[in-house]
């Protein structure tokens, strides 16, 4: 069935450094993409998404291109803030949403 | 606009109680989910709900139950509290089933 594989956390930064978290998926046919990120004591909230292969998807400074040969949809962002630090999903919808184990970041001053 | 609200934001029970958790949005969106998020799991779908007037098992249901009032409000049961469902439960909402999906901030349950 399909699936969604991230990299486990904790990643820990310091500020202004680059950030990728990776995201790896199966899935048949033609999936969308997305990261939510869910900051402390909050609900998740969607980031950004790619519906089709080569989308990126952009928003607050973070990109994600969607790449179906490699199956899949990494998270970076140039320069990560304090304010960045939280807890970051990654979810494909085939058949139904499913959402991966969540890598959690933490950014330093 | 508040989006999806749940009342209440935290609670604690003993075995056995019961409570219901509430969940409403105002977005007009036709489906909404319960999920549980536990250290270490996850998001886990408990219940859904693709449109108004009809509910379907997520991949955690036992223990549960849930009732879809009307379009914007959607509530979760616990009808006999065990320690094993402390967690932190979501409501969320969707326009289309299963994809972009709107959260409330969380219900804390601890059950003794």
């Known amino acids: 069935g399909d699936s969604v594989t991230q990299m486990e956390g904790p990643v820990t930064l310091s500020e202004e450094a680059f950030l990728t978290i990776n995201c790896t998926y199966t899935?048949?046919?033609?999936?969308?993409l997305f990261w939510y990120v869910q900051y402390p004591g909050e609900g998740l909230q969607l980031l950004l998404k790619a519906t089709k292969a080569d989308d990126k998807g952009s928003n607050k400074g973070f990109e994600a291109t969607y790449r179906k040969e490699t199956t899949s949809f990494h998270l970076e962002k140039g320069s990560v803030q304090v304010s960045d630090s939280a807890v970051y999903f990654c979810a494909l919808r085939g058949g139904k949403l499913i959402f991966g184990q969540g890598t959690e970041l933490s950014v330093k001053p | 606009n508040a989006g999806v609200t749940q009342t209440p934001k935290f609670q604690v029970l003993k075995t056995g109680q019961s409570m219901t958790l509430q969940c409403a949005q105002d977005m007009n969106h036709n489906s909404m989910y319960w999920y549980r998020q536990d250290p270490g799991m996850g998001l886990r779908l408990i219940y859904y709900?693709?449109?108004?007037?009809?509910?379907d098992k997520g991949e955690v249901p036992n223990g549960y139950n849930v009732s879809r009032l009307n379009k914007r409000e959607f509530s979760l049961r616990l009808e006999s509290a065990a320690p094993s469902q402390t967690s932190v439960y979501f409501c969320?909402?969707?326009?289309?089933?299963?994809?972009?999906?709107?959260f409330g901030p969380g219900t804390r349950l601890t059950v003794t």
């Open positions: 969320a909402s969707s326009e289309v089933r299963d994809y972009e999906q709107y």
């Open positions: 709900s693709a449109s108004e007037g009809t509910t």
């Open positions: 899935a048949t046919g033609y999936p969308s």
